[in-house]
C-alpha cells in the first residue's frame, strides 16, 4: 500500500535559486516603451532606481526618464534586449563573484565603488563609470 501510495505522488520539482530576475512589463506609446515595473526591479536588485536607470540607458543608447512610476524610453525598445541589459547589470553589480549569492551592497569609497558580500564578507572594486 505504501509503494502504490509513493506511485501515485506527483513528481517534486524544487528550485534551489532564490534569486530569479524579473522580467521588464511594459507597452509601447507611439515612438516610446514605457517599462511599468522599473521599481519593482530595483528593489528587488537591492539597488539605487538612478543607478540602475544609468546603466541601462547607457547600454541601450536611450534616454530615459521616470514619470509616475513609469520608466519612459524615448525610442522603441525590444524587451528581450532590455532583459538581457538587465541580466548583465546582475552579473556586474549585484551576484558576489565568490559566493554567487544576490546579498551584497555596493559603497564608494574615494572615488571607488566595492561591492561587499553580506553573505560570505568578500569585497571586490567595481569598475563603473556610472
Known amino acids: ?3 502504490r501510495g509513493k506511485e501515485r505522488l506527483p513528481e517534486i520539482s524544487v528550485s534551489t535559486e532564490r534569486f530569479n530576475v524579473q522580467k521588464v512589463q511594459g507597452h509601447l506609446e507611439g515612438n ?3 517599462i511599468s515595473n522599473f521599481f519593482q526591479i530595483a528593489s528587488m536588485f537591492q539597488r539605487n532606481p538612478d543607478h540602475l ?3 541601462i540607458s547607457r547600454e541601450l543608447a536611450a534616454k ?3 514619470k509616475n512610476q513609469l520608466l519612459i524610453f524615448n525610442t ?3 524587451s528581450s534586449k532590455i532583459n538581457e541589459k538587465l541580466e548583465q ?3 556586474q553589480f549585484v551576484i558576489c563573484k565568490e559566493c554567487g549569492k544576490p546579498d551584497t551592497k555596493l559603497s564608494k569609497e574615494g572615488v ?3 561591492m561587499r ?3 560570505c564578507g568578500a569585497k571586490h572594486s567595481i569598475n563603473s563609470k556610472i
Open 64 to 66: 530615459g526618464e521616470v
Open 117 to 119: 558580500c553580506q553573505a
Open 1 to 3: 500500500m505504501l509503494k
Open 89 to 91: 547589470y546582475v552579473d
Open 32 to 34: 516610446k516603451t514605457v
Open 76 to 78: 522603441k525598445l525590444p
Open 53 to 55: 536607470l544609468k546603466f
Open 112 to 114: 571607488v565603488t566595492f
